[in-house]
C-alpha cells in the first residue's frame, strides 16, 4: 500500500473526499477524528503491514503525518 492509498483510507475513516489528507493536518482539527476513526486507522494499518497498534499510541499521536510514522507508511 503507497503513502497515498494509506491517505485515502483515513480520508474514508474520517468522512473526508478522498485526496483531502496530506499528513500535516492536526489531528484536533479534523471534526470527525474520533473512537471509530481510530479503530478504522487501527485496521488500516494492520492491513498495510501487520502491525498491531494500540489505542494509547495513537492517542499521543497529535498529527496525520505522525499517525502515518507510527504505522510505518514511506513517503
Known amino acids: ?3 497515498q492509498e494509506f491517505l485515502a483510507g483515513l480520508d474514508d475513516a474520517v468522512s473526508l473526499p478522498v485526496g483531502t489528507l496530506q499528513g500535516s493536518e492536526q ?3 479534523l471534526e470527525n477524528w474520533d473512537s ?3 479503530v478504522s486507522f487501527i ?3 494492520d492491513s ?3 502491525k498491531q497498534l ?6 499521543q ?6 499517525l502515518l510514522q507510527l504505522a510505518q507508511v514511506e513517503e
Open 43 to 45: 485496521a488500516l494499518a
Open 61 to 66: 499521536c497529535k498529527t496525520v503525518a505522525e
Open 54 to 59: 494500540s489505542v494509547k499510541q495513537i492517542g
Open 1 to 3: 500500500m503507497t503513502r
Open 27 to 29: 489531528l484536533e482539527d
Open 48 to 50: 498495510h503491514n501487520g
Open 36 to 38: 471509530m476513526a481510530m
